[in-house]
Nanobody, 124 residues
């Protein structure tokens, strides 16, 4: 069992930056692929990016590539989402998630544990 708690959301102007954090509790954090997803109002949850168990590999959705960076610190059971050059269309609730998959995956159905989400609002 893994519990995930996101923090760091808020209101930011377009072009600004935010860093989201996700604290994990439970066993063997380093055994999980970690992902970030977001959900716009009235839409389905969408993949933002993921990071391998060691942190050596990351993947991103095309919409955030070059602007967002995922990192993790296994010693502290933390995963981060650094968001730069934010746009109004990045406004959403952001979720971190943990997958027991061996390989990174962009599929929400492959993730076993989810945080409660944190709101990010980007004003124009």
């Amino acid at each position: 069992q893994v519990q995930l708690v996101e923090s760091g959301g808020g209101l930011v102007q377009a072009g600004g930056s935010l860093r989201l954090s996700c604290a994990a509790s439970g066993r063997a954090f380093s055994a999980y692929v970690m992902g970030w997803f977001r959900q716009h109002p009235g839409k389905e949850r969408e993949f933002v990016g993921d990071i391998s168990r060691s942190g050596g590999s990351t993947n991103y959705a095309d919409s955030v590539k070059g602007r967002f960076t995922i990192s993790r610190l296994n010693a502290k059971n933390m995963v981060y989402l650094q968001m730069n050059s934010l746009k109004p269309e990045d406004t959403a609730v952001y979720y971190c998630a943990a997958s027991g998959s061996v390989y990174v995956t962009p599929q929400a159905m492959d993730y076993d544990y989810w945080g409660q989400g944190t709101q990010v609002t980007v004003s124009s």
